[in-house]
């Protein structure tokens, strides 16, 4: 998975702040899910993007989360005026290939603390 | 109810001893990941399956469709193999993963 990138690694930010997320597929990769995992809790589906179009958002909070995946550039996924229960492990994961049922790569995930 | 059901939570095991986790899961799926995650958080695809069984060195995994139940099998396990295990059913409809909680495994030297 080390061809997934993702940054920062681990953020913090103050409630009320922007936290953006980035995550660069492996070179091929045009599909990218995003996930979410609470504390304790397991991984949930956030959002699924294809370059410049969202393909599936109904894992993602109605406000203040959006995702994007531009056709030049990493996906980003961003949380305006963050609260302290944003805080989470966020990973992004991409199919092999074009395909959505192909072997999922993950990133390293990026560790949001909101204080 | 989770579409995706895990079994044990835990588990500890002496090295050497055989493993199974198990995952029942209830949608309709085009495929069925076993994931690794170790302490530290990074998530490591182990196998994507549909149908029949995979092995990949001590790992095996087998899925059964109309029962719809997967397996994760570890040989002659190691400390090593100490982890966090995650079943993941991508729904044949839609775009959907959907994640057991996960089991974790500790082997004991």
């Known amino acids: 998975n080390a061809g997934v990138m993702q940054n920062p690694r681990h953020l913090v930010r103050r409630r009320g702040q922007e936290a953006r997320l980035r995550c660069s597929p492996m070179k091929g990769h045009s599909h990218v899910y995003w996930y979410r995992q609470l504390p304790e809790e397991g991984l949930k589906f956030m959002v699924y993007l294809q370059k410049e179009n969202i393909i599936d958002e109904s894992g993602m909070p109605k406000e203040r989360f959006s995702a994007e995946f531009p056709k030049e550039g990493p996906s980003i996924l961003r949380i305006q005026q963050v609260v302290r229960g944003d805080s989470a492990a966020y990973f992004c994961a991409t199919p092999e290939g074009s395909s959505r049922t192909g072997e999922l790569f993950f990133g390293e995930g990026s560790r949001l603390t909101v204080l | 109810k989770n579409e995706v059901e895990q079994s044990p939570q835990n588990l500890t095991a002496q090295e050497g001893e055989f493993i199974t986790i198990n995952c029942s899961y209830s949608v309709g799926i085009s495929a069925l990941h076993w994931l690794q995650q170790h302490p530290g958080g990074g998530i490591v695809s182990l196998f994507m399956?549909?149908?029949g069984k995979k092995k990949h060195g001590r790992l095996i995994a087998t899925i059964n469709i109309q029962e719809k139940h997967s397996s994760l099998h570890i040989t002659a396990s190691h400390p090593r193999d100490s982890a966090v295990y995650i079943c993941?059913?991508?729904?044949?409809?839609?775009?959907?993963?959907?994640f057991g909680t996960g089991t974790s495994l500790t082997v004991i030297p």
């Open positions: 993941a059913a991508l729904q044949n409809t839609g775009n959907q993963f959907y």
């Open positions: 399956l549909s149908s």
